[in-house]
């Protein structure tokens, strides 16, 4: 066997039995979740994606920094959110939160699916749809890419346009110092509803586990890569496909007076596809800093961990009675016609 590839192994059968397993047992949670093996997968590939971030994009920010900055002080906390996500986080809330309840959902509709969904008990698989992607494993799994982008994308232009998700959302946005480690700057509350929206359309189209695991990592990647501090654009033909740092640093620039409603753009994480399709794109456009013009929010920068998830989550509730869109948020369409979008 490939050498590389049993080392891997050999790490995921050594944190399983060392690690997860008597974790588990000594938090008395060893009858929640019959996958240590699952966990213990799951937490190196996050190893993998710290690696990646800590040894690759956060050298090119150094190397061609988009922004120049003096100091770090406000990105700091956002290495923060990526460890607590990846070794804490995730596998606590996947394996002993959500797979039984997306379990219990599944039996609910009939089936008996895994958190992932399965194909042979979703409620409608692709395969029964176009019969042809039988055997033809890798068109399967670019459709089901495409397929949750495009769910991500609708769930990120509701985080903008409803008051109360943006409310959560902001915290996202309040980064000044947008940066490698910024992907994962979120207020829990959002990153439930946005994940409890995902596992239900996994489950209903019959995504196998394997394939579910592989679309996070890849969309992870590069969502991570393109909140970069890098002066890095794919170019005028790739920038058309995939989502680079430029592109979204544009999504999270801040509010720019002249043009009001500018910065609603740009909301696809991985395909640019759908900002093109739904008149959301904005390319052509010099850099502007990042952030959020209202004070209360942009205050987020000044606080920790829990002061940010407090603040959002008191966000969230002043926001509750107001569930009409935000102005701006249905104004996207109306500005792309007039401005200079693709
Ligand atoms: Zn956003
Ligand atoms: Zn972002």
Redesign the pocket.
């Known amino acids: 066997m490939f050498a590389p590839w049993t080392l891997w192994h050999n790490a995921i059968t050594d944190i399983a039995l060392h690690v997860v397993a008597p974790a588990l047992s000594w938090l008395h949670l060893t009858g929640m979740t019959d996958s240590p093996r699952e966990i213990a997968t799951a937490l190196m590939i996050s190893a993998m994606e710290v690696l990646i971030i800590a040894l690759l994009f956060r050298p090119l920010e150094s190397l061609i920094p988009a922004e120049q900055w003096t100091h770090r002080r406000y990105a700091r906390i956002d290495r923060f959110y990526t460890l607590l996500k990846y070794f804490g986080v995730l596998p606590i809330f996947t394996y002993l939160m959500l797979q039984p309840f997306t379990y219990e959902v599944g039996q609910w509709f009939g089936s008996t699916g895994s958190s992932s969904g399965d194909s042979q008990d979703s409620l409608i698989t692709l395969q029964q749809l176009i019969p042809w992607l039988h055997g033809h494993s890798v068109i399967q799994f670019l459709i089901y890419f495409a397929l949750f982008d495009l769910v991500y994308y609708l769930i990120h232009r509701l985080q903008h346009a409803v008051p109360w998700w943006w409310a959560l959302h902001s915290l996202?946005?309040s980064?000044r110092q947008?940066n490698c480690w910024?992907?994962d700057?979120d207020h829990y509350l959002d990153d439930l509803f946005e994940v409890l929206i995902i596992s239900l359309v996994s489950l209903l189209i019959g995504v196998q586990p394997v394939d579910y695991a592989l679309l996070i990592l890849t969309g992870d990647l590069v969502?991570i890569f393109?909140?970069a501090n890098v002066r890095i654009r794919f170019g005028k033909v790739l920038d058309k496909v995939l989502v680079d740092p430029r592109y979204?640093r544009l999504?999270?620039m801040r509010v720019d007076p002249e043009r009001p409603h500018l910065h609603d753009c740009n909301f696809a994480?991985v395909f640019p596809i759908w900002d093109i399709l739904f008149r959301t794109a904005l390319y052509n456009e010099p850099l502007h800093p990042c952030g959020v013009d209202a004070a209360e929010i942009d205050a987020d920068n000044d606080k920790g961990f829990l002061g940010q998830q407090g603040a959002g989550l008191a966000r969230f509730w002043r926001a509750l009675p107001r569930m009409r869109p935000r102005q701006g948020g249905a104004q996207v369409v109306a500005d792309n016609q007039a401005g200079d979008r693709a």
Do not use: D, E, Y
């Open positions: 996202h946005h980064q947008l910024s992907n700057r969502q393109s909140h979204h999504h999270h994480l």
